[in-house]
């Protein structure tokens, strides 16, 4: 895409417009490809590398670049770089039907990558490969949405196929050890939040291995940290409790 800007004669190529509606007007601003995403991610920290010129235009195509009194009313400043940090921040950024199409197709492979490395077939312990969780996804017609995390997302899909397939989080391995005059009261409390109790040995204190769903990892840890005041102890001793191999549909 090609850009022809009469005003100063600068031909703008390779570019990406990102637009706002403040104040009943349109203001758009010419970027770079590829980087506006970057700025937003915070992977990009120079704002020269995402701007392809500090003005603020009402129609980027056109070369029209926006009236000081516009901006003023709008923005509330005259300051064109101030406005393009908002415009970056809060605008639209403006792509065609084929990168928004190849956009949701990364971003379903990669929802559909989480998914497989965060979850198992409960009775068999092995996990999905990524192709049949993108199929499971298909078959459910999920549609990805732009505006949120991967990883939101995929929290999302794994409740979703839950209701038509043998999922769930891979559990975690823990090791809990509580102090003898509170474990009694503490096991009672922990129960609900344990899937299974692997060994338990009662010496001085008492020492568990346990599978946890990652969920409720947190819980656990302010539940011993606060009960026990810092003299029990959690050691997590694999994040995925899996078997090897793939697991087949």
Not at 53 to 81: R, Y
Not at 109 to 127: G, L, Q, S
Not at 153 to 177: D, G, P
């Amino acid at each position: 895409m090609s850009i022809f800007t009469p005003t100063n004669q600068i031909r703008l190529t390779n570019v990406a417009v990102v637009r706002m509606k403040k104040g009943g007007k349109r203001f758009e601003i010419a970027c770079y490809k590829n980087k506006v995403v970057s700025w937003r991610s915070g992977a990009e920290k120079d704002l020269d590398e995402v701007l392809q010129t500090h003005s603020v235009f009402v129609n980027v195509s056109k070369g029209q670049t926006a009236k000081k009194d516009d901006l003023i009313k709008a923005f509330g400043t005259e300051d064109q770089t101030e406005i393009c940090k908002q415009i970056l921040a809060k605008g639209e950024l403006q792509v065609s039907d084929k990168e928004r199409q190849t956009q949701l197709e990364t971003m379903f492979r990669d929802i559909a990558t989480i998914v497989a490395e965060k979850c198992v077939n409960p009775d068999t312990k092995r996990p999905y490969t990524v192709s049949l969780i993108e199929r499971a996804m298909k078959d459910i017609h999920y549609s990805v949405k732009t505006t949120k995390s991967t990883k939101q997302q995929a929290l999302e899909v794994i409740r979703q196929l839950k209701e038509t397939m043998q999922i769930q989080r891979a559990h975690m391995r823990l090791r809990l050890v509580l102090p003898a005059k509170e474990a009694k009261r503490l096991k009672e409390k922990l129960k609900p939040l344990l899937q299974v109790v692997e060994s338990e040995d009662f010496d001085e204190e008492l020492e568990m291995v346990c599978l946890v769903d990652p969920g409720c990892y947190r819980e656990i840890d302010e539940l011993i940290r606060c009960e026990t005041k810092g003299c029990g102890s959690l050691e997590v001793l694999s994040l995925k409790d899996v078997e090897e191999g793939d697991e087949k549909l």
